[in-house]
């Protein structure tokens, strides 16, 4: 059974920095995109960052030139760099593995992390 866990979540002052986690585990031949999404209270999921298995990256506009995602595809471990964060990034965040091919099963799965709060305040 493919498992994300996610970690480095937490509360951070306006302009601050945090870097997100995410290692996926369970006997995993391959795996596609990774990425991140968020939701924040009383809004609906929306897509942060993502990246291929060769490393191509897109962002949210909102997030554009403040946000990293990289990937360390030897560890299936996908990392969301965030600096200059503002109160509008509060939310969970959560991760995503797309089409998933593990060596018991070899249909390609998504699977999703438990999520991490992010909070951004003073």
């Known amino acids: 059974q493919v498992q994300l866990v996610e970690s480095g979540g937490g509360l951070v002052q306006p302009g601050g920095s945090l870097r997100l986690s995410c290692a996926a585990s369970g006997s995993i031949y391959s795996l596609r995109d990774m990425g991140w999404y968020r939701q924040a209270p009383g809004k609906q999921s929306e897509l942060v960052a993502r990246?291929?298995?060769?490393?191509?990256?897109n962002y949210a506009d909102s997030v554009k030139g403040r946000f990293t995602i990289s990937r360390d595809n030897a560890k299936n471990t996908v990392y969301l760099q965030m600096n200059s964060l503002r109160p509008e990034d509060t939310a969970v965040y959560y991760c995503?593995?797309?089409?998933?091919?593990?060596?018991?099963?070899?249909?390609?799965?998504?699977?999703w992390g438990q999520g991490t709060q992010v909070t951004v305040s003073s």
């Open positions: 990246i291929t298995a060769s490393h191509n990256a």
């Open positions: 995503h593995a797309a089409e998933v091919v593990t060596l018991r099963d070899l249909t390609p799965t998504d699977y």
